[in-house]
């Protein structure tokens, strides 16, 4: 399985303020991709963005953007205006060209204080 | 929301019991996916299947089985439940083999072995 590494199990953050969850991984394959699901308290696994490994823009859907750094090997889900709502636990994955399995790294929990 | 039902939600049994889960699609996608999640290792992948009758094991396949005999239903089978099976289990589907294809997830099973 590839390798997903999410360093920050918990954070906080305040309400209407940006928050950054990062993500790297390792892979050898020459093209794969990157996602963000999001998991709030009641269980199930929400699909939040999508950036191809030759995409040359970074990724944006709404209030989340994914700062991708290939070379890095990184790619940080940034949450802009934060809200109440996004509190949950919020899981970076990776599906690469050679295998197409999805691999989840361990996730950050987030809680947005008022 | 993707057409998957997850059965039964919640489930309690006891040591060396077999148990079985159910994963039914109305979205007549190929590929479908077990996933385990359990705190600090994000999702893991148990078993995938790319066809009807076409299985394949995943990173943590061990004291699992899998059935998949028509398109929409996808069976995961503890033979004899250990308490290191105790987690919730996600089964998820996908229209194509693709790394830019996102996973539609079900809502989950928790399920507790004593």
């Known amino acids: 399985a590839q390798k997903i590494t999410q360093t920050q199990p918990g954070m906080f953050v305040q309400e209407k303020e940006a928050v950054t969850l990062d993500c790297t991984y390792d892979?050898?394959?020459?093209?794969?991709?990157l996602f963000w699901y999001k998991q709030p308290s009641s269980g199930e696994m929400i699909f939040l963005i999508y950036?191809?490994?030759?995409?040359?823009q970074n990724a944006t859907e709404g209030r989340y953007s994914l700062n991708f750094q290939k070379a890095r090997k990184s790619a940080n889900l940034v949450i802009s205006a934060s809200q109440l709502g996004d509190s949950a636990m919020y899981f970076c994955?990776?599906?690469?060209?050679?295998?197409?399995?999805?691999?989840f790294g361990a996730g950050t929990t987030v809680t947005v204080r008022a | 929301d993707a057409g998957i039902t997850q059965s039964p939600r919640h489930k309690v049994t006891e040591t060396g019991t077999p148990v079985t889960l159910r994963c039914h699609q109305t979205?007549?996608?190929?590929?479908m996916y077990w996933y385990r999640q359990d705190p600090g290792h994000g999702l893991r992948l148990i078993h995938y299947?790319?066809?009807?009758?076409?299985?394949d094991k995943g990173e943590v396949s061990d004291g699992y089985s899998v059935s998949r005999s028509k398109t929409e239903d996808f069976l995961l089978t503890l033979e004899s439940a250990t308490s290191s099976q105790t987690s919730v289990y996600f089964c998820?589907?996908?229209?194509?083999?693709?790394?830019?294809?996102?996973?539609?997830f079900g809502s989950g099973t928790q399920l507790s072995v004593l």
């Open positions: 994955a990776m599906r690469p060209i050679n295998d197409y399995k999805l691999s």
């Open positions: 892979t050898s394959d020459p093209s794969y991709g």
């Open positions: 979205e007549n996608h190929r590929y």
């Open positions: 950036q191809g490994s030759y995409d040359q």
């Open positions: 299947s790319y066809g009807v009758k076409d299985t």
């Open positions: 998820a589907i996908s229209p194509r083999d693709s790394e830019n294809e996102k996973l539609f």
